[in-house]
């Protein structure tokens, strides 16, 4: 499934897929200083698509400008409204929608600080991130070489555009590996997340997450400890070691994209009985149910798309 669309909203302006184009001297493409979001769509029970917390996305977004020192030239509101335009103006009834604020052309180098701020809208079809065989069955990990980024390098509570270099490069040697997905450790040696996600370690009917200290606080990840304190599921915050992953019952990992993805084994490791166990699958049909509009106390977090 391919990452195409009619229409791409830039700057204001509503620009056909094939004419969404930016300059060879952008900024933020040579230095990689921008902010995104990921957003999802899904189908609601009336057919109308409804954007998943999309409040708290972007306010991510603006926090993320503002943490880097780039002003927003639009609003909470402008861009919630562009958000469900984009959505309608392509037709999808579920999407995966990409809000970009960048570094335009003008002065270049490290210090420039007199360039446009510009902020592009697309949207695009996208199924299982990490795939269907991954979702059903688990995928494996590989613990990274690769350590995530120190919080006093980068700002853990940003989502830059440049700090997903460090993401990708573990996700390469993952994948030229053998494994799926990697999972990646902070200064310390201890449980970070993956390289796009959060994550979960079950152990004797207790569930742990990493503390949102050095990682980026997901909106799924909250999501679904929402979802387990629902259920009366006891969720721990605290510090892991990647050991802990070994010996755990189960293992997933969580995020807008990847949505609520098993994990079936860790270094070659079996987790648990190496496929999805009861909690992960709980939290499976759960977020689903939540995203599709299906569960009434979570209802007012999303924003239906209603034609204008």
């Known amino acids: 499934m391919g990452i195409e669309s009619d229409w791409i909203w830039m700057d204001g302006e509503w620009v056909p897929y ?6 060879v001297l952008t900024h933020t493409l040579h230095y990689g200083l921008g902010a995104f979001e990921g957003i999802r769509a899904y189908k609601q029970p009336d057919g109308r698509p409804g954007i998943w917390r999309l409040d708290q996305h972007l306010e991510r977004l603006l926090d993320s400008m503002r943490i880097t020192l780039m002003p927003s030239p639009y609003s909470l509101d402008e861009l919630k409204l562009v958000c469900g335009d984009v959505v309608l103006r392509n037709g999808f009834e579920e999407a995966y929608i990409r809000p970009l604020a960048y570094i335009g052309e003008g ?8 360039n446009r701020i510009r902020v592009s809208v697309a949207a695009w079809e996208w199924g299982a991130y990490l795939g269907e065989e991954g979702m059903k069955k688990g995928v494996s990990l590989k613990t990274s070489t690769f350590t995530r980024n120190h919080p006093n390098a980068a700002p853990a509570h940003a989502k830059i555009v440049g700090h997903y270099v460090n993401s990708i490069l573990a996700r390469y040697e993952a994948n030229d590996d053998g494994f799926d997905e990697a999972l990646m450790l902070d200064h310390r040696g201890l449980v970070a997340e993956g390289t796009g996600e959060n994550l979960f370690v079950v152990r004797k009917g207790k569930v742990y997450t990493p503390p949102p200290i050095n990682i980026l606080p ?4 909250q999501s679904v400890i929402d979802l387990m304190r629902l259920d009366d599921i006891e969720v721990i915050e605290q510090p892991l070691a990647r050991d802990a992953l070994y010996v755990a019952d189960e293992v997933f990992m969580c995020g807008t994209a990847a949505e609520v993805t098993p994990v079936r084994s860790l270094d070659r490791r079996d987790i648990g009985k190496g496929k999805p166990g009861p909690i992960t699958k709980r939290m499976q049909e759960r977020y689903q149910a939540a995203v599709h509009g299906e569960i009434d106390v979570l209802q007012e977090d999303i924003t239906v798309v209603d034609p204008r």
């Open 218 to 221: 997901g909106i799924t990840r």
């Open 18 to 23: 094939g004419d969404a184009k930016v300059h």
């Open 107 to 114: 002065s270049m180098g490290l210090g420039a600080r007199t």
